[in-house]
């Protein structure tokens, strides 16, 4: 079929009459390397994107990876240790799981997640700091 029997009337009258307009070569290059920009511009912050979606992704799994370890390593510490030993920090063979996912959530609380972790918190309470703890027990002069 010719085109312009697909057409629909008015808009082949319309088409006929609207002055056509002619583009410079410079308008056309400066059409071209504004898109080419714009284009590089969407697929940077694209790939921008991506990258640190994968980033944190990884991330999250390391994390994991590093938080079971610690895990398995406290659970294997304590569980080294004889009866007496457990009796005197005061928890009880059958509680190690549990104490060490205790102090797992209290570290990555605290904001100590990679720091060593005073044996003594284990099972200890969270402390409450009074405000004149300072003015009751200053500090040693060094």
């Known amino acids: 079929m010719k085109p312009e ?3 629909s009337p008015s808009r082949a009258s319309a088409a006929d009459t609207e002055p056509t307009r002619k583009l410079s070569r410079a308008t ?7 898109a080419h920009r714009l284009r590089s511009a969407a697929i940077s912050r694209a790939v921008k994107s991506v990258v640190a979606a994968l980033a944190r992704g990884f991330e999250a799994i390391f994390q994991a ?9 406290a659970i294997g510490e304590l569980s080294r240790l ?5 009796k005197d920090i005061g ?4 509680q190690i799981p549990i104490i060490v ?8 609380a605290d904001g100590v ?8 918190l284990l099972t200890s309470a969270p402390a ?9 027990c200053p500090p040693l002069a060094a």
């Not at 056309?28 to 504004?34: G, I, V």
């Open 5 to 7: 029997l697909i057409q």
């Open 28 to 34: 056309l290059e400066d059409y071209a390397r504004r």
């Open 65 to 73: 990876f590093k938080r079971s370890r610690d895990r398995r390593k």
């Open 82 to 86: 004889n009866e007496r030993m457990l």
């Open 91 to 94: 928890i009880e063979r059958s």
């Open 101 to 108: 996912e205790l102090l797992l959530e209290r570290r990555k």
């Open 113 to 120: 997640a990679g720091k060593a972790y005073p044996l003594r």
């Open 128 to 136: 409450q700091r009074a405000a004149d703890d300072d003015e009751c």
